[in-house]
Every structure is written in C-alpha cells, then in structure tokens.
C-alpha cells in the first residue's frame, strides 16, 4: 500500500498468522489452544503498556478454556467453529466472572455472574475470552478513553487516537494481541477504528449476530459485529456470531452457504458507486478523498467497475438523531441516579436529546427511515455495494475527544464527524471498513462499502475484492511512538 511506513513486529511468530490459518492448524492438531493461549498473553503483556488496548485481562479463566478445548475431539469442530483460539471481547459486554466496567466509575468494580448470549455462543463455539477491550463510557464516543482505564493510543502513532468506541478491540488486533476481537457499532463503533487502525470492521444487519439480554432488545440501531485483521478472518468470525438466538427478538438464521465461502469464492469484476459527501450531507478531506480514489482507480485496474453515484438520502440527519437518542434516553438514561451522577457531558447530553423528543420527531424518522431502505435498496440493484469514506478526515491527537472542523469546515456538535456512519444503521443495511492505504503521516486508512438488505456475503466478497486489488491486508506491528 501507498505510503506504507516501515513496521516491525516483535510477537510470537503465531500471533503473526491470520485467524483462519491458525484455525487450521488447529483443526489439524499442529498448535495447540493451550500454546496460543500463551502467546496471546505474552504479546498482551509486552504491548499493553503502549496502547491500553485491553486494560481487564482473564488469563486464568482463558487457560482453563484452554484445556478444556486441547481435549476436545477434532471431529466435533463445526463450521463457523472457531476451535480454541483466543479471542477478545469489548467492555461493553458481559463475561461471566470477569470485570466488566461499560466503562462507566457507576460500575467500575463490577463482575457480572453471566456472559451475555454472543459471548455465551462464541466460548460454545472455541473461542477463548483473554480479556475486556478499552471502549469510552458506555459506548458513546468516536475516541476510546474512560475514567475507569484511561486512554487507548493508536498503535501506528500513539499520540493519535485509535477510534471509538471499538478502539481497543481495533488496537488488539493491530498489534497482534489477539486474532479476533468483538466489537459494536451504533455511530461506527466497528468502522472508525477499524479505518484507524489499519483492520477490518463489519456492522452486520440488525439480527444477524444475537445481543444481549437487554431491556431495548427491539432496537435495530446499536449490534455486535466481527472485527479482524482481513476479510476472511471478519467472515470466520462472523461465522462463529451468527445464527438464531430464541432469547433475542430480531434473531436471524444463518445463511445457507457460509460467509467464509462467499469470501474464497470472490471474484474481481465488482460493480461499486463512489461517493465523498452523499450530495453534500457531510465533509471529507481532500487528502481522505484522494487516497480512497487512488484505491478504487486499483479496483478498476483489476476488472471492476466504479462510478460516482449516491441515491437521495431525505432526511438522515434528523431520523438518525432521533433514534440514537431514543437509544441512550431508554437505556442508559434509565439507570439509576448513582450511575448516572458519573456520565461525561457529551452522553448526558444524548439522553436529554432522546427525551425531549415530541411525538412528530418520531413519526417523521420512521416516514425518512422508510424513504431511506427504500432508495438504497433500489440503488444497489444497479451496484454491488455504495462506497464512501468511513469518516472524512485523518485520526487526531489522543486527548482531543472529538474534532471540530475538517478541512476549515467547522463541525456542529461531537458526533457531526462521524456522519458517515449513519446511513448503515438508519438503514438497517450491512457495512464494513477495510484498510486500503496510508496518510502522508503513515497512518492507516479505510473505505467504507455499504452493501444491499441482508447482504453480508456480497458485501464481503466486495471487500476481498478491494483488499486484494490494494495489495492484501496489513500485518500485526510493534506500537510506534512519534
């Protein structure tokens, strides 16, 4: 990739791997969960103290994991199985036994008795929890930092921020500590770290991967999603997420064929619509856009088809607005007034959003959000899949909480900059961040490609696409200071 600045890597030569390699080995009884346990938390002792990626470890708990899969029988893995390998889960989602703080002082001693239904599937399934991933408090941010643990640093420049709020799962990843990191996505929670960091971050549609249990199990805005460092790895991992929970309302079976197929079976011809503002709805650099246009130009070069084209999109702005704030006024909004006492201003302030809402919002966001699926679902007909920028401008310093202008355009308020993000969830839609080049500063760069309704295996199949037209994904690398 463009631009690529010289990495090192000093972590053991497995956690260089990728996850479906080492699922392999696995299966073929080469590497053992035990020996990978060890490696995980070798590289996550010698990085933890650069990047803050994974302040609450389990090592304990994952070695016990550990021998129970060593003696598990080869021929009971099954598709989607993830067979022993480590894994790591964000801090805002529950791990029996293990500290789990949402990132909020209101639960900072917290250890919840059980796991919820994703993690719950995942250990089910091989995975292996080695630790909580840093996210700011409950979720609500696009930079990772809390009262609790502090400050996630980006590995490429740990001055800069890694994202939010899936920054430290980003960063696990990036710097090998892990193959596979959950993460969750409500204003790019999964994508803008991942664009970030240099790894890939789906949102799935709504259902596809189980939440909870929560008391808004109804919503549709905030899901879990895989996060890896290329596309097979997310498919794998997907793999392992999917399918119907009973306990989760908008549970979803898993597809016939798996996402890990789709992805192996992907060809180059795609057929892709480009965009850098939606018809002026947001800002993007002019540096962010050239670099996404240079790596489409390489998408063309290999036998795909890429034109500028974006369907009207009436009314985003306010109908995301107003679901978001429904989100936050009916679930944090409703903790006590202990918990609460502690909340940071900018979530405070998405919960007096939410209720303050009149009953009009509500219906025009539900008339716009039809409109919107409407619109998308026609336009992608035509395209494989709406790119765009995952966020429009270059990760900023790490104590800045959110930016305020792009490019000399000042920025409303601390989620303008991320409008990017909006589309996928107001649409239900599926979306997924892949790293397809570097700033003039080597810092890491993602595009965003949108796909059609329930359409994760296209989706991935374009992003493998990309991937390999850019040069393939980037490897784990050693914290960089600057």
């Known amino acids: 990739?463009?631009?690529?600045?010289?990495?090192?890597?000093?972590?053991?030569?497995?956690?260089?791997?990728?996850?479906?390699?080492?699922?392999?080995?696995?299966?073929?009884?080469?590497?053992?969960?035990?020996?990978?346990?060890?490696?995980?938390?070798?590289?996550?002792?010698?990085?933890?103290?650069?990047?803050?990626?994974?302040?609450?470890?389990?090592?304990?708990?994952?070695?016990?994991?550990?021998?129970?899969?060593?003696?598990?029988?080869?021929?009971?893995?099954?598709?989607?199985?993830?067979?022993?390998?480590?894994?790591?889960?964000?801090?805002?989602?529950?791990?029996?036994g293990v500290r789990s703080t949402w990132g909020t002082l209101g639960l900072k001693d917290n250890i919840p008795t059980y796991s919820d239904y994703l993690v719950e599937r995942l250990e089910a399934r091989g995975g292996i929890t080695m630790g909580k991933t840093n996210s700011p408090e409950l979720g609500a941010g696009g930079n990772t930092f809390n009262e609790v643990f502090g400050r996630t640093h980006n590995p490429w420049n740990t001055s800069k921020n890694a994202g939010g709020s899936s920054g430290g799962a980003a960063v696990a990843l990036a710097t090998g500590e892990v193959w596979l990191s959950q993460g969750s996505d409500l204003a790019g929670s999964l994508r803008t770290p991942a664009a970030y960091c240099g790894v890939v971050g789906l949102r799935p549609s709504p259902g596809v991967v189980p939440s909870g249990p929560s008391s808004i199990d109804f919503q549709t805005e905030g899901v879990n999603g895989p996060m890896a460092r290329n596309v097979l790895d997310s498919a794998l991992f997907l793999d392992a997420m999917a399918g119907f929970e009973a306990r989760t309302p908008i549970s979803w079976p898993s597809p016939a064929q798996s996402y890990q197929k789709a992805v192996l079976q992907a060809h180059e011809k795609v057929r892709i619509a480009y965009s850098r503002d939606w018809h002026g709805f947001t800002h993007t650099s002019d540096d962010m856009d050239r670099i996404l246009r240079a790596a489409l130009a390489k998408v063309e070069a290999?036998?795909?088809?890429?034109?500028?084209?974006?369907?009207?999109?009436?009314?985003?702005?306010?109908?995301?607005?107003?679901?978001?704030?429904?989100?936050?006024?009916?679930?944090?909004?409703?903790?006590?007034?202990?918990?609460?006492?502690?909340?940071?201003?900018?979530?405070?302030?998405?919960?007096?959003?939410?209720?303050?809402?009149?009953?009009?919002?509500?219906?025009?966001?539900?008339?716009?959000?039809?409109?919107?699926?409407?619109?998308?679902?026609?336009?992608?007909?035509?395209?494989?899949?709406?790119?765009?920028?995952?966020?429009?401008?270059?990760?900023?310093?790490?104590?800045?909480?959110?930016?305020?202008?792009?490019?000399?355009?000042?920025?409303?308020?601390?989620?303008?900059?991320?409008?990017?993000?909006?589309?996928?969830?107001?649409?239900?839609?599926?979306?997924?961040?892949?790293?397809?080049?570097?700033?003039?500063?080597?810092?890491?760069?993602?595009?965003?490609?949108?796909?059609?309704?329930?359409?994760?295996?296209?989706?991935?199949?374009?992003?493998?696409?990309?991937?390999?037209?850019?040069?393939?994904?980037?490897?784990?690398?050693?914290?960089?200071?600057?």
């Open 1 to 96: 990739m463009h631009n690529k600045p010289t990495t090192h890597f000093s972590g053991h030569e497995l956690c260089a791997k990728s996850a479906y390699e080492v699922v392999q080995l696995l299966r073929q009884g080469d590497v053992s969960p035990s020996e990978l346990v060890s490696a995980s938390k070798q590289r996550i002792e010698q990085v933890e103290p650069a990047v803050n990626a994974t302040p609450t470890s389990c090592f304990e708990r994952a070695e016990q994991q550990a021998q129970h899969w060593d003696q598990e029988a080869k021929q009971n893995y099954t598709r989607g199985w993830l067979a022993g390998l480590p894994m790591s889960i964000k801090d805002l989602n529950a791990v029996a």
């Open 302 to 482: 290999q036998g795909g088809v890429v034109d500028e084209a974006c369907p009207e999109l009436p009314g985003l702005d306010h109908a995301y607005r107003v679901y978001r704030s429904m989100l936050w006024a009916s679930g944090p909004g409703r903790a006590t007034a202990s918990m609460q006492q502690h909340f940071k201003a900018t979530l405070q302030g998405n919960i007096d959003y939410g209720r303050n809402l009149t009953i009009d919002d509500v219906y025009d966001a539900n008339i716009n959000r039809a409109k919107i699926y409407t619109n998308m679902q026609q336009f992608l007909q035509t395209y494989d899949v709406l790119a765009c920028p995952v966020v429009g401008l270059h990760p900023g310093p790490v104590e800045e909480e959110y930016p305020t202008h792009i490019d000399g355009k000042p920025l409303g308020d601390y989620i303008e900059w991320l409008k990017f993000s909006y589309l996928s969830t107001i649409s239900t839609l599926p979306s997924i961040s892949v790293p397809v080049g570097f700033s003039d500063e080597g810092m890491p760069v993602g595009i965003q490609l949108i796909g059609p309704p329930r359409g994760e295996a296209k989706l991935l199949a374009v992003a493998k696409a990309v991937e390999q037209a850019v040069g393939g994904p980037l490897g784990p690398i050693d914290p960089m200071t600057k």
